[in-house]
């Protein structure tokens, strides 16, 4: 009796509540389901997450940066639907599509299971897209809906033996639409065609992830000639070239409001990869919102990344200077050590500087 009492105490654990009760939960209209478990999107959450049929894991080649957490995306679409190809923009989905991305650290002590923190959902309703925040319970067993979530402690060592502690802030949902937000209209940031060129390890075996949606019914358009597809850089990729390495990090983790109808879209800086002129991306030029930073003028200075305002607002933590404003409580120190690199090698320099 013991034993199977063991048994069901484990498989409590290991799955959550309600995760073997049917196929993925469709809610396209509020009241949204107070607990992630009532979604149906995994059947498992130890050792990792374990999706329910139709529920597919994908990756970016070069992810947002957010303090150093992992994160697991998921997508799931109605029976009979599919997303349509789009070459630059996140492509078109359908009514009821679930775009899940769990954000987890390490565990406080080594050999447990990875800390689950949050699962975002985004959400295809009849009117838009609904930005979810799930926060897990201490327990590990369930996330719950929070609108307003509180910050979340972190606190664990890294494979160097480099203690990490820190205050994760989780955006609140008025907050998503300052990134997710262009020209008033939410919509999702990174499942592009350029950042879905790649190949990932399902449980089937590995394959290009754009192909894979398009063999199991989730994207309709792809083009059939696979050189046709856009791709972009892994940004830590040392044998890509530079420039298209620290341009797929601007792409990602500044061009969701630094584009036009982003929320930075009236600074005139312009990071998107599919724009290549470094004079949009802000080369000798002067901030039009909150005047100079400090005693730095313009906002990349070729060949001299230490009097770049990019640099400077990559490297504080403070409010109202660091950039991005939001998502991020930590400096991505690798990530500026490459813009840094980046900007050194630029050619040139900007006249009248007054340092």
Known sequence: MRAVAGAVCLATILCLCNCSQGPVSLHVAEPYPKRLSEWRLFTAIQPALKPNLGVVPYDLNTPLFSDYASKYRFVWMPKGTAAEYREETPFDFPVGTVLAKTFTFPAVKSGDPERLIETRLLVRTQTGWVPLPYIWDANQRDATLQLVPDP???????????????????????????????????????????????DFAYESGAENQLLHLARVGYLHGLPPTQPAWPKAAKWDDSSAPLDVRARAYLDNNCAHCHQP?????????????????????????????????????????????????????????????????????????????????????LAGGCHQREF
């Open 261 to 345: 109808g982003g929320q930075a879209g009236y600074t005139g800086v312009d990071f998107r990869f599919s724009q290549g002129h470094l004079a949009n991306q802000g080369l000798c030029k002067s901030p039009n919102s909150a005047g100079f930073v400090g005693a730095l003028r313009y906002d990349i200075v070729p060949g001299d990344p230490d009097h770049s305002i990019l640099i400077y607002r990559l490297e504080s933590t403070a409010p109202k200077v660091s950039m991005p404003a939001l998502g991020r409580d930590l400096v991505h120190v690798e990530g500026v050590q490459l813009l840094k690199h980046w900007i050194a090698n």
């Open 152 to 198: 979340v402690p972190i606190h664990y060592i890294d494979t160097a033996g480099k203690p990490h502690d820190f205050v994760y802030v989780i955006p609140n949902t008025n907050e998503c639409a300052e990134c997710h937000d262009n020209n008033k209209v939410l919509q999702p940031i990174g499942p592009k065609a350029r950042n879905l060129n790649k």
